[in-house]
């Protein structure tokens, strides 16, 4: 079992900076830890993933280059440092957690790798 808290989110303008925090506790292996949003009215999305085996991370092309995904090595904690924050970024952002190793690492990049899900955090941006 693997139990997932989201923090660290809240109301910024476009242009401002963010840090959210997933710590987990687990009683399985955790394979990667991922991040994921969903903006209203749409589906929810990849943003960005962290293998935990060799640290390899993954990345929407939507947040590339303005999003880093981090952990800490010393306990299950997975960072997304959101920077240039867009309108567009505004949704629930949820932490997932893997307990499959996938040769194949698209599964990564998709909800159907992920077993595990937190309650999720609101990010809002505005103009």
């Known amino acids: 079992q693997v139990q997932l808290v989201e923090s660290g989110g809240g109301l910024v303008q476009a242009g401002d900076s963010l840090r959210l925090t997933c710590e987990a506790s687990?009683?399985?292996?955790?394979?990667?830890l991922a991040w994921f949003r969903q903006a209203p009215g749409k589906e929810r999305e990849f943003v960005a993933a962290?293998?935990?085996?060799?640290?390899?991370?993954y990345y929407s092309d939507s947040v590339k280059g303005r999003f880093t995904v981090s952990r800490d090595h010393a306990k299950i904690t997975l960072y997304l440092e959101m920077r240039s924050l867009k309108v567009d970024d505004t949704a629930v952002y949820y932490c997932?957690?893997?307990?499959?190793?996938?040769?194949?690492?698209?599964?990564?990049?998709?909800?159907?790798?992920?077993?595990?899900w937190g309650q999720g955090t609101q990010v809002t941006v505005s103009s």
């Open positions: 997932a957690a893997s307990p499959t190793w996938y040769n194949n690492r698209h599964y990564y990049t998709r909800e159907v790798g992920y077993s595990y």
């Open positions: 687990a009683t399985a292996t955790v394979y990667a």
């Open positions: 962290l293998t935990w085996h060799d640290d390899k991370t």
